[in-house]
Each structure stands twice: as structure tokens, then as C-alpha cells.
């Protein structure tokens, strides 16, 4: 079965792009499949909308022009709602995105995938004439995604604004993005949907001019920790706090209770039993209550993710000393107070270490 599916495209002044974009869908696409294309327009002072009338005799083309709302999601969003069918491709007018590889996401939804991502960043894949200082941006946002919300990782270029979709994958979700990234809100809230990738080249920019500015760095931080919020990610970390302080009583406790019964010299054994105990409890609680949704509940499984943890914890405790020896032996912070606070710095470290390593490595899934 072939499938249908509607193209949405987001305008902007895009008047000179217009109709070399439906010349190379049209040719990369042939009589092979039914499609639209359906171009949502804020309005552009260039008369974007004017040309695309003038071409929707030629090609299976029409454009929505907005005026009381502006913005790149805002628009993509209100294309799904519009589209005429159930398969929905995302990508933008300026000719970045080459319509050649449209084929290829297609079939990779007729396989059964719920999405697939053009991605720049799978074998094959890249950005045309970028520095290396950009693409090591690029990379550096996409990291801070993967870092914070696991359901991104699924997917190494979940930044990318060319994707196919089934539509029903939105079914009672409500999509807010703050900034650009509607694939990011998209992989975040809908994680059970199957999602591929198929590589692409991001070409350059020929026509007209970019959109993108300063300010949205500062909108995908915002939206980045709205979806931290939104997935239950931030309270997770609140929990993994919790469960590490409870680990401090257990650790010291153990330590007293035994130094207590055997002696003041038996502290000796009886500190790394405490450290180890605690590893243990904070393990356990952080499987059964931090991490529940994705818990042990097998013993292969509870006895590999313990081992996995237990060995994060002693990087984490080396961590600690060696920021702990920096600060006090080389950057001078040896006298009190100064020794306390570079001890709580390599906690501070430590505790972060702990966090991401169990939160990529042991509790993947
Ligand atoms: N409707 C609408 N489209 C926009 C807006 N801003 C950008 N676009 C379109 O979104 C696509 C990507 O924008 P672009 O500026 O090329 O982003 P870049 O590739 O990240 O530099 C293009 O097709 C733009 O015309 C907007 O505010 N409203
Ligand atoms: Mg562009």
C-alpha cells in the first residue's frame, strides 16, 4: 500500500523558493503518490501566499495564510490540524531540506515506524559547508536533549525540522513548544511511538534569508526545561536528591551503630560497610521509586543494574576525592572554611555524575 500523506510547510518570505521547492517535490514524487502539499503562511510582506496561488494549478499546492498569529511552530501545529490526511511530512520552503529523500521517509512508515527523522547526524547524513564551529553547537544542543530528556535519545538528531508522522500518535497529547522544535515535543511526549531515522544532507541556504537568531538559544533552554516539567523528568531528579540524602543516614548510621557495638578502631571496617550499605539502599530506592517506570523487576536484572550502580558510585566517589585534592592541594582552598566548600563542590560534582551515568546507563529503559 502506498501511503497518502499531506506536506506541511511552514512560509516566511520565502517567495523566491516557493516554486523551485514544488518543481523538486514534484519530480522527486512523480505520479507515484497522492499527496498535498499545504503551505501555512504568516502573512509574508513578500507575498509568499500570492505566488503559491499562482502555482496550485500546476502542482498539488495550497496555501492557509494566518495574520492573527505569528511563528514557526505555531504554524507547523496548525498544519497538522489542517492537513487532509492521516500521514503527515514536516519540512521547510527554503530548500534545506531535499525533497529527494521524501521516498525513503515514506517507506520508512509504511514499514510500521510512527516517525521518522531526516537526520543529519546518522551515517550518511550532514550539514553542506558548515563550520566546524557550528556543527560542534549543533551537537552541543542536541547533547543538552539527550542529557535531560531520555525519550530524545531514541533518535540522534531530534532537532531536525524534516519528518514524517502518523497523525495519530498526537491523539491526546496537547503540543506547546516554547521554541522551534516540534520534533523534540513530539519524541518527548509520545514515547511509545516507533521512530527511525534516514540520513540527509542539510544543504545551504540559496534564497532569501534565515530566521534564526540570538533569542532562540534562549527559547530551546526554556523548552528544553518545560519538557523536563511536562515528561516528569524534573521530579525525578527531586526524587534521586531525596533517596541520596536518605543515603547519607544509612552511611553514617551504619558506621556509628558498629563503632558503637565494637569499638572506636573498628571504624576501620565499619566505614566502607556503611558506604556500601548505603549503595545498596540508594540503589534499591532509586529502582523501586526514582526510576520506577523503568525498574528491575527480574533478579538477572535488579543483580546487573545494582552491579552497574555500584560501579558508577565508586566513579562518583573518586570524582569527589579528586575535585576535593584540586581544589585543596592546587587551587589553594586548604584552610577552613575553604576545605569545606571544596568538599561539598566535589559532592556537588559527584552527585550530578551519579545522576546522568544511572540515568543513560542503568536505568536505560
Ligand atoms: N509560517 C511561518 N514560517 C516561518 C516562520 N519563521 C520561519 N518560518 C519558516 O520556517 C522554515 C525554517 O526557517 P529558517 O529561517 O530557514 O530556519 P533555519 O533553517 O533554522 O535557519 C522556513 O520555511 C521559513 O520560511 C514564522 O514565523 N512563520
Ligand atoms: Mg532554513
Given at each position: 500500500?502506498?501511503?497518502?500523506?499531506?506536506?506541511?510547510?511552514?512560509?516566511?518570505?520565502?517567495?523566491?523558493?516557493?516554486?523551485?521547492?514544488?518543481?523538486?517535490?514534484?519530480?522527486?514524487?512523480?505520479?507515484?503518490?497522492?499527496?498535498?502539499?499545504?503551505?501555512?503562511?504568516?502573512?509574508?510582506?513578500?507575498?509568499?501566499?500570492?505566488?503559491?496561488?499562482?502555482?496550485?494549478?500546476?502542482?498539488?499546492?495550497?496555501?492557509?495564510?494566518?495574520?492573527?498569529?505569528?511563528?514557526?511552530?505555531?504554524?507547523?501545529?496548525?498544519?497538522?490540524?489542517?492537513?487532509?490526511?492521516?500521514?503527515?511530512?514536516?519540512?521547510?520552503?527554503?530548500?534545506?531540506?531535499?525533497?529527494?529523500?521524501?521516498?525513503?521517509?515514506?517507506?520508512?512508515?509504511?514499514?510500521?515506524?510512527?516517525?521518522?527523522?531526516?537526520?543529519?547526524?546518522?551515517?550518511?547524513?550532514?550539514?553542506?559547508?558548515?563550520?566546524?564551529?557550528?556543527?560542534?553547537?549543533?551537537?552541543?544542543?542536541?547533547?543538552?536533549?539527550?542529557?535531560?530528556?531520555?525519550?530524545?535519545?531514541?533518535?540522534?538528531?531530534?532537532?531536525?525540522?524534516?519528518?514524517?508522522?502518523?497523525?495519530?500518535?498526537?491523539?491526546?497529547?496537547?503540543?506547546?513548544?516554547?521554541?522551534?522544535?516540534?520534533?523534540?515535543?513530539?519524541?518527548?511526549?509520545?514515547?511509545?511511538?516507533?521512530?527511525?531515522?534516514?540520513?540527509?544532507?542539510?544543504?545551504?541556504?540559496?534564497?532569501?534569508?534565515?530566521?534564526?537568531?540570538?533569542?532562540?538559544?534562549?527559547?530551546?533552554?526554556?523548552?528544553?526545561?518545560?519538557?523536563?516539567?511536562?515528561?516528569?523528568?524534573?521530579?525525578?531528579?527531586?526524587?534521586?536528591?531525596?533517596?541520596?540524602?536518605?543515603?547519607?543516614?544509612?552511611?553514617?548510621?551504619?558506621?556509628?551503630?558498629?563503632?558503637?557495638?565494637?569499638?572506636?578502631?573498628?571504624?576501620?571496617?565499619?566505614?566502607?560497610?556503611g558506604i556500601e550499605l548505603s549503595i545498596i539502599t540508594n540503589f534499591t530506592l532509586n529502582n523501586f521509586f526514582t526510576f520506577s517506570d523503568k525498574k528491575a523487576s527480574t533478579l538477572p536484572s535488579f543483580a546487573s543494574k545494582l552491579v552497574r550502580y555500584n560501579i558508577f558510585s565508586i566513579i562518583g566517589a573518586l570524582i569527589q576525592y579528586g575535585v576535593y585534592m584540586l581544589l585543596t592541594r592546587v587551587a589553594?582552598?586548604?584552610?577552613?572554611?575553604?576545605?569545606?566548600?571544596?568538599?561539598?563542590?566535589?559532592?556537588?560534582?559527584?552527585?550530578?555524575?551519579?545522576?546522568?551515568?544511572?540515568?543513560?546507563?542503568?536505568?536505560?529503559?
Amino acid at each position: 500500500m502506498t501511503e497518502k500523506f499531506s506536506i506541511v510547510i511552514p512560509t516566511y518570505n520565502e517567495k523566491d523558493n516557493v516554486e523551485p521547492l514544488l518543481k523538486e517535490i514534484d519530480s522527486a514524487l512523480g505520479r507515484k503518490y497522492e499527496y498535498e502539499v499545504l503551505f501555512i503562511d504568516d502573512n509574508s510582506p513578500d507575498k509568499t501566499a500570492d505566488v503559491i496561488n499562482s502555482l496550485s494549478g500546476k502542482y498539488p499546492a495550497r496555501v492557509i495564510v494566518r495574520t492573527e498569529e505569528k511563528g514557526l511552530s505555531t504554524a507547523v501545529i496548525f498544519g497538522f490540524n489542517q492537513a487532509k490526511y492521516e500521514t503527515i511530512l514536516v519540512m521547510d520552503a527554503d530548500l534545506q531540506h531535499p525533497p529527494i529523500v521524501i521516498p525513503r521517509l515514506i517507506e520508512a512508515i509504511e514499514e510500521g515506524n510512527d516517525i521518522a527523522v531526516a537526520s543529519r547526524y546518522v551515517p550518511g547524513g550532514g550539514c553542506e559547508g558548515w563550520s566546524k564551529r557550528r556543527v560542534l553547537t549543533s551537537k552541543g544542543a542536541i547533547f543538552i536533549a539527550h542529557l535531560f530528556l531520555p525519550q530524545s535519545r531514541r533518535i540522534a538528531d531530534p532537532m531536525s525540522g524534516f519528518f514524517v508522522f502518523k497523525k495519530k500518535i498526537l491523539d491526546g497529547l496537547t503540543l506547546q513548544p516554547i521554541g522551534y522544535k516540534i520534533l523534540l515535543e513530539m519524541l518527548c511526549l509520545a514515547p511509545n511511538a516507533e521512530a527511525t531515522e534516514v540520513p540527509f544532507l542539510f544543504r545551504l541556504r540559496e534564497r532569501g534569508e534565515s530566521k534564526l537568531n540570538f533569542n532562540q538559544h534562549i527559547e530551546y533552554l526554556k523548552h528544553i526545561f518545560s519538557l523536563m516539567y511536562r515528561t516528569k523528568e524534573l521530579i525525578r531528579m527531586i526524587k534521586f536528591a531525596i533517596v541520596g540524602a536518605s543515603g547519607i543516614i544509612v552511611n553514617e548510621g551504619t558506621r556509628k551503630l558498629i563503632t558503637v557495638l565494637n569499638g572506636q578502631s573498628s571504624d576501620i571496617w565499619a566505614a566502607p560497610i556503611g558506604i556500601e550499605l548505603s549503595i545498596i539502599t540508594n540503589f534499591t530506592l532509586n529502582n523501586f521509586f526514582t526510576f520506577s517506570d523503568k525498574k528491575a523487576s527480574t533478579l538477572p536484572s535488579f543483580a546487573s543494574k545494582l552491579v552497574r550502580y555500584n560501579i558508577f558510585s565508586i566513579i562518583g566517589a573518586l570524582i569527589q576525592y579528586g575535585v576535593y585534592m584540586l581544589l585543596t592541594r592546587v587551587a589553594g582552598m586548604s584552610a577552613p572554611p575553604f576545605d569545606t566548600i571544596a568538599n561539598l563542590i566535589g559532592i556537588g560534582i559527584a552527585v550530578i555524575w551519579n545522576y546522568f551515568s544511572n540515568s543513560w546507563w542503568t536505568w536505560k529503559k
